[in-house]
């Protein structure tokens, strides 16, 4: 999949991710209220709004962008419902050829660990059959739980193909309470890259490997010194736009071959019709302004990345 | 909840915790035909066999115990079906009186723990009304990505009296790698367990705080350390049993006034028809043989507290 990932990228000439990351708030009035006349004020009822926002968004960019990063979390608020809505996310933008990148930021242990993996990633035997229960391409992994927690994800990557990015070094404001401590005189950021690096090696695809990482675009200098520490990895860089970062914080998250990063934007594509500069376009055209995002955003990196 | 948690351990007289982790390997074949001939070897007829299961075991132990802790990576990986399979198996348990332990382990920044926030221990408004999406009383949560992960979780739980336990040490083999590692002389483990003890006093219950940890059985001499290095915090100790953990190991987990922690066991009592010692129930009676467990897991803590 990391193959996929690195081909759709040059197909599109766009190392970027769209976050779909639904709040309600975004979701403009005309699509909350056909929902709720639909299905009430009800869980139902937000599900079904957010998937139509989704489904106008990937409807208005697919064709410009490799990949979407659903945040689990956004769908996981609306409960059941909610979920369900996720999961009718994720197949709709493979339908569209996009990689789809679950963020889902699990990990545990062992046989829990083994479960998450098989639920997003894998598939699963009930008697007889075979299921597949959420299938995203890639899943976010936190390493908190050291090798335990990571392997089962691996396994699984092994068999299907599949890939993980795992957390790093988070793009928040305190995301150094802990990991930027020193450890032997390197920061325990430093110290999970090298453990990306080794788990990397088990798989790797042409190019890079299936176990990739996430580095924030808010902490450049950082990013800096994790792509030496895992030049196989890909990185996935959450915080650009509406976080803070700009294209040319970017660049040090690149190799040499242009290639080794995919830059997230959630926010700032998908309630672009919110902004000033795209304000143009009305709650009504929110799929164009979210286009017009995407554009300017692929300028933003194919500029900074020109001029590095 | 903290105050109900500790209520429903001296009710009981047992500081103890079922973990509701079903695989479906543990599921007896009576069981699993009878949801298979309802609904096919499908997802949802694997849902069915896990919540019938689990319900038999919350009829046969629910008046012995205080709380339960479903495992969500264990029904996450049956897809949708799955996961309303765990909010039937929260809704149930609570029905009982129980005290439900979301192990979620999520945790992410900013408005996105939030939205975890609000879908497993708040409420969400949609339009004029206002749904509780899983309504958990308590959840696990990693602090990797720090304070920013941590605070919206803690918002919901000053709102909604819950509670949250946060990973300091977990139990398995791997979770030295990063938690041991030493910073300034001191192992992150133990930073964390002083942060939990930081956030846990802005939101304080009776006696003990709304904000607990997760310290592994399997690591006795940690748990020493770190009881003095959070008073205050509720202790879950998860790796009982069949992770290894004996209750002679237990007793520095708990205060000086027999309260502070609640020790975890998932197999060793939801499928304990399946060891040696209770073979004797057979498969159709796995209830009783969980019940069985659980008065010897009460028995072998109770006769260590007994006994330090």
């Known amino acids: 999949m990391i193959n996929k990932l690195i081909a759709n990228i040059k197909k599109t000439n766009a190392p970027i991710v769209v976050g779909l990351d639904p709040m309600l708030s975004y979701v403009p009035e005309q699509v909350q209220q056909k929902a709720f006349a639909e299905y009430g004020e009800t869980l139902e009822g937000a599900a079904e709004a957010i998937w139509q926002f989704n489904k106008e968004i990937v409807d208005h960019t697919f064709d410009l962008i490799p990949a979407v990063k659903p945040q689990i979390a956004m769908y996981e608020q609306f409960g059941i419902p ?19 990148i679950g963020d889902i930021k699990r990990g545990d242990i062992g046989s829990t660990s083994a479960a998450y993996a098989t639920g997003h990633l894998g598939r699963i035997q009930i008697g007889s059959k075979t299921y597949v229960p959420f299938d995203e391409d890639f899943a976010t992994v936190n390493p908190y739980l050291g090798s335990d927690g990571v392997n089962p994800f691996i396994k699984v990557c092994q068999e299907e193909k599949k890939g993980i990015f795992v957390l790093v070094k988070t793009s928040n404001p305190s995301s150094g309470e802990f990991q930027d401590q020193q450890i032997d005189g390197k920061p325990l950021y430093e110290m999970v890259g090298e453990k990306v690096a080794e788990w990397g090696a088990q798989c790797m695809g042409d190019e890079y490997s299936y176990v990739g990482a996430v580095v924030g675009a808010t902490y450049p200098e950082m990013g800096k010194v994790l792509r030496k520490v895992m030049p196989k990895a890909y990185i996935l860089v959450p915080g650009y736009g509406a976080q803070g970062g700009k294209g040319k914080d970017l660049v040090h998250f690149f190799n040499e071959d ?14 672009a019709y919110k902004q000033e500069a795209y304000r143009q376009y009305g709650p009504e055209h929110f799929g164009e302004a979210a286009r017009a995002a995407v554009e300017a955003m692929k300028e933003d990196i194919a500029g900074a990345l020109e001029n590095r």
Chains 1, 2 share one sequence.
Do not use: M
């Not at 809505?85 to 933008?93: E, G, I, N, W």
């Not at 242009?258 to 594509?269: D, H």
């Open 82 to 100: 909610g979920l369900a809505a996720f999961k009718k996310t994720v197949d709709y933008c493979k339908e569209k050829g996009l990689v789809v």
């Open 258 to 271: 242009g290639l080794g990063a995919i830059v997230n934007s959630s926010r700032g594509i998908i309630a």
